[in-house]
């Protein structure tokens, strides 16, 4: 499938949160939280154009994505295809080029997806795994190869655990 990727303008905003509402429609339904002015204003209160890239297929909309650069990590805010283009390997070809652009900077990328949707498995077969959940999300980041994730929590834990390997007497527990 020939696809092409695009920049959008604020001219886009509102084909764009049609097309979420209806990607969405379904997990949304399945937990009893669908509602179109709410998921459509949440949408539009956020939208950066220059953080969004439009999935074009011979000219006609079929999925776009948000992917913010965080510093430290890229955040993939938004990744929707319409109903019809969902598991024909768009998605996955789409975040392919957005995990290489993630390896380019050597940073990972993280997202939150909702539990028992879909979008769960998706991601977790492109390499991605939960870290957390919080009110019905997943956060989920992926790896950059050969690189360790940081975190401070992680961290304090592991060097206690050496620090009492070792009986130091500076232990802090």
Known sequence: MN???STVTDDDKDSLAELRIFAMKESLENIGR???DRARSRFLEKFLSEDTRKVLLNGELI????LKNKGDHFYLDHLYFAPKFQSAGVGGSVLSSIKEQAKASNLPIRLGALKNSRSNNFYKKTGFAIRTKKSGISIMSSRIANQRVKCDACTSR???GVMR????ADERT
């Open 3 to 5: 696809y092409e990727i």
């Open 63 to 66: 999925g776009f994505y948000v």
């Open 158 to 160: 592991a060097l206690r």
């Open 165 to 168: 390997k070792k009986g130091n």
């Open 34 to 36: 669908f509602d179109p």
